[in-house]
T-cell receptor
Framework: LAKTTQPISMDSYEGQEVNITCSHNNIATNDYITWYQQFPSQGPRFIIQGYKTKVTNEVASLFIPADRKSSTLSLPRVSLSDTAVYYCLVGVTGGYQKVTFGTGTKLQVIP | GAVVSQHPSWVICKSGTSVKIECRSLDFQATTMFWYRQFPKQSLMLMATSNEGSKATYEQGVEKDKFLINHASLTLSTLTVTSAHPEDSSFYIC????????????FGAGTRLSVL
């Protein structure tokens, strides 16, 4: 299983762009990189997934360098409602595969 | 799309009783479902993985006789906490993954279990 390392916490002011980096040095060839957001007392919510290069959707961008040993989640113009824990997961699901949640990054958005 | 419903959202029970938690994928077929446990201010801890029609695969340290998992159909998995004790009090979360988006887990809202 690919182990992930993220900063424990980050602070940002409202309206700023936030970049959260995740290290996954032993990522396997078949592994995908997936980011989730979790609010207190709720289940995680899927944000974005990628395999290589850059992926963008309506809420975030995901940057993955060529060696895939790290990835960066970019949240444009954060608001107070983006205060949450963000998890980076690496692996594949389905069959008997599994992924393991790391510690996550607690993002605090400040007014 | 990709909605997972988890019930109940909150349950209080007496010590020694059993509690069943349901996890349903509402708009997709879930070939794999996962059950997690989360303590306050901690990350999610995988308890078991279940594939439809197969026995669940439990993580090391998780008692399979205490946490019974059934994945009888492609849209329903249940977790039964048998003979619950106060130390079983926690936040339990299920997730489902299917062929539509094979490597994405869609999570339920979680169940807060309090054992008195």
């Amino acid at each position: 299983l690919a182990k992930t390392t993220q900063p424990i916490s980050m602070d940002s002011y409202e309206g700023q762009e936030v970049n959260i980096t995740c290290s996954h040095n032993n990522i396997a060839t078949n592994d995908y990189i997936t980011w989730y957001q979790q609010f207190p007392s709720q289940g995680p919510r899927f944000i974005i997934q990628g395999y290589k290069t850059k992926v963008t959707n309506e809420v975030a961008s995901l940057f993955i360098p060529a060696d895939r040993k790290s990835s960066t989640l970019s949240l444009p113009r954060v608001s107070l409602s983006d205060t949450a824990v963000y998890y980076c997961l690496v692996g594949v699901t389905g069959g008997y595969q599994k992924v393991t949640f790391g510690t996550g990054t607690k993002l605090q958005v400040i007014p | 799309g990709a909605v997972v419903s988890q019930h109940p959202s909150w349950v209080i029970c007496k010590s020694g009783t059993s509690v069943k938690i349901e996890c349903r994928s509402l708009d997709f077929q879930a070939t794999t479902m996962f059950w997690y446990r989360q303590f306050p201010k901690q990350s999610l801890m995988l308890m078991a993985t279940s594939n439809e029609g197969s026995k669940a695969t439990y993580e090391q340290g998780v008692e399979k006789d205490k946490f019974l998992i059934n994945h009888a159909s492609l849209t329903l998995s249940t977790l039964t906490v048998t003979s619950a004790h106060p130390e079983d009090s926690s936040f339990y979360i299920c997730s489902a993954s299917g062929a539509v988006a094979k490597n994405i887990q869609y999570f339920g809202a979680g169940t807060r279990l309090s054992v008195l």
